[in-house]
């Protein structure tokens, strides 16, 4: 269920207070958001909180969250912005189209490291927490490719079950999955992790002296 913009409140102004791509309330047709800023603010607020037991991080950490949570679809994909101070989702914008892209992987890694941190601080927030997670990882799973097939990119093989095609966000993705896993092993996350990483040391092309030398 979405949140009121009161969750959302004090991160939201924060961001509306950054620009100048789509990051501030600038007329009509622009985005407000992105939930990519709000989940890594979330993890730098949790991170604070673990080392220090600051509690207004803690609780930024919570609103960040919110937003978070109010910008996944019910299919656990996520969009990226709002188009204004009442939370309402761009569900049409170039960067906020409903997927499991840049803004999903933060957003699950973010909502992984809460669900670790808030399990004994506020159970039911977890709980929370913890529900979207998984709605988002099973997107994730419908998003992998068939696992071991390879294609013909440029004349040069790549693994094809990599999310979006790409190394990088498949990293981006197993960082959240070790987040998770940390705080609750399971084997279906254990094999997504090695699945995909596996897959990102399969895209190093080239290697010593041979172009380009080794880059995923």
């Known amino acids: 269920s979405k949140i009121g913009a009161s969750e959302i409140g004090p991160v939201q102004v924060r961001l509306l207070q950054v ?6 309330l600038a007329g009509p047709r622009r985005k407000v958001g992105p939930s990519q800023v709000a989940a890594r603010a979330a993890l730098v607020y949790l991170a604070f909180y673990e080392r220090t037991g600051d509690l207004r991080a803690l609780e930024l950490a919570r609103y960040a969250l919110n937003f978070v ?3 996944q679809a ?17 569900t049409g914008g170039r960067t906020s189209y409903r ?3 840049w803004w999903a992987a933060r957003g699950q890694w973010a909502l992984a490291a809460g669900y670790r941190v808030f399990r004994d601080l506020d159970p039911d927030y977890a709980a929370r ?7 988002g990882e099973e997107a994730l799973r419908r998003a992998r490719g068939p696992v071991g097939r390879y294609k013909e990119l440029h004349g040069v093989r ?5 999310i979006g095609g790409g190394s990088d966000l498949s990293a981006l993705a197993v960082l959240g999955l070790i ?19 596996d897959g990102v040391a399969a895209y190093q092309l080239g290697g010593p002296g041979v172009y380009p030398y080794g880059a995923h």
């Open 19 to 24: 620009g100048p791509e789509g990051l501030c």
């Open 69 to 71: 949570l109010h910008l």
């Open 74 to 90: 019910e299919d656990g994909q996520y969009y990226n912005f709002v188009v204004d101070r009442q939370g309402t989702i761009n």
């Open 99 to 101: 997927a499991w892209s």
């Open 129 to 135: 927490l913890r529900n979207a997670y998984l709605r």
């Open 158 to 162: 790549v693994p094809a079950w990599l």
């Open 179 to 197: 987040e998770f896993y940390r705080a609750e092993p399971n084997e279906g996350t254990r094999q997504l992790i090695a699945d995909l990483a």
